[in-house]
Every structure is written in structure tokens, then in C-alpha cells.
């Protein structure tokens, strides 16, 4: 009888033990899902990482061009800033030369205003007769005396302008009166 007894001592400690088992069976087994679980998110992290660290290369190499296009970019701004600065320099050159043989064509032009118009006027003609010779008083007005490359009308006024070749000095002299 104590051998049954020991036996039954010996099952229920048995029992207990598969219970315990049991348990740790199950306990690991919810471990064995949980580490699966944990395994996957990893591999998924580190995928994830990769493409994000291709993604950081990518853009890394995008800025790097970007940087290189901006650098090129400013040099040519500033080459055409330059270029900008010498033809306005140039211009500004041009523009005194033109005036100054703007101002030397006209160094012998002769403008008139209030003169009547009429038309198919001849402006020389209006200017040795009426201006000349009349309103200034000069009796010599002949082509030996003025010569007058051109005369004609311009300007909102209408005035008469010519361009005077030569006018010898004695027909500077005023008539008598």
C-alpha cells in the first residue's frame, strides 16, 4: 500500500509536472508566434530601411546635381552679367558718338519759325526771299553768296529748317538803308 501510495504521490507529482508542461507548451508556443511576429516586423523595418536608404541616396545625388546646375547657373549669370555691364557700357559710348555727330551735322542748321505755309511751297526759295531778304534786310541772295544743301518743314510748328553749305560773309553785311 505505500507503494500505491507512492505511486499515486508519484502520478500526482507527474500530473503536475505535465500541467506545468502544458503550459510552457503553450506559453512557448505564444512566444514561437510572438517571435515569428517580431521576425517579420524586423525583416519589414529593414526593408523599409533599405529603401528609405536608397531613397536618402537618390535624393542625395539629385542635390548634388541641383547644387552643380545652381553653381553653373550663377557662373553664366554672372558671365552674362557682365556681358550686360559692357554693351551697356558700349551703348552708352555709341550714344555720345551718334550725339556728337548728330550735333556736328547740324553745327550749320538754320531753323525758322512763323513762316506762312503754302501749299507746294518751295522752302529754299521762301527762305532767301522772304526770310533773307526781306526780314533781314539782305540784298545778296544769290546761290554765289548762300548755298543750301537742303530746307524743309518739320516738327509740330512746322517750321523750316534748312542746312546751310556756305555763307560767304559778304552777305552777312545788311543792305543799306
Not at 54 to 76: F, I, P, R, T, Y
Not at 115 to 123: F, L, P, S, T, W
Request: with cysteine.
Amino acid at each position: 500500500m505505500d507503494d500505491i501510495k507512492h505511486i499515486r504521490e508519484k502520478m500526482s507529482k507527474i500530473n503536475n509536472i505535465e500541467k506545468s508542461v502544458n503550459t510552457i507548451r503553450v506559453k512557448l508556443t505564444d512566444l514561437e508566434t510572438t517571435v515569428s511576429s517580431l521576425e517579420k516586423r524586423v525583416n519589414e523595418t529593414e526593408n523599409a530601411c533599405i529603401l528609405l536608404s536608397d531613397a536618402h541616396d537618390s535624393n542625395n545625388k539629385e542635390l548634388e546635381n541641383s547644387s552643380q546646375m545652381v553653381k553653373s547657373l550663377h557662373k553664366k549669370c554672372q558671365n552674362l552679367t557682365h556681358t550686360v555691364n559692357d554693351l551697356e557700357k558700349e551703348k552708352t559710348n555709341l550714344n555720345e558718338k551718334l550725339l556728337h555727330l548728330e550735333m556736328k551735322s547740324m553745327d550749320h542748321n538754320l531753323v525758322f519759325y512763323g513762316i506762312k505755309e503754302y501749299d507746294g511751297e518751295n522752302c529754299e526759295d521762301i527762305v532767301k526771299k522772304q526770310v533773307l531778304k526781306q526780314t533781314l534786310e539782305m540784298d545778296q541772295t544769290t546761290d554765289d553768296n548762300i548755298k543750301i544743301d537742303w530746307a524743309n518743314r518739320g516738327g509740330k510748328s512746322r517750321h523750316i529748317i534748312i542746312d546751310l553749305l556756305w555763307l560767304s560773309s559778304k552777305t552777312l553785311k545788311p543792305a543799306k538803308p
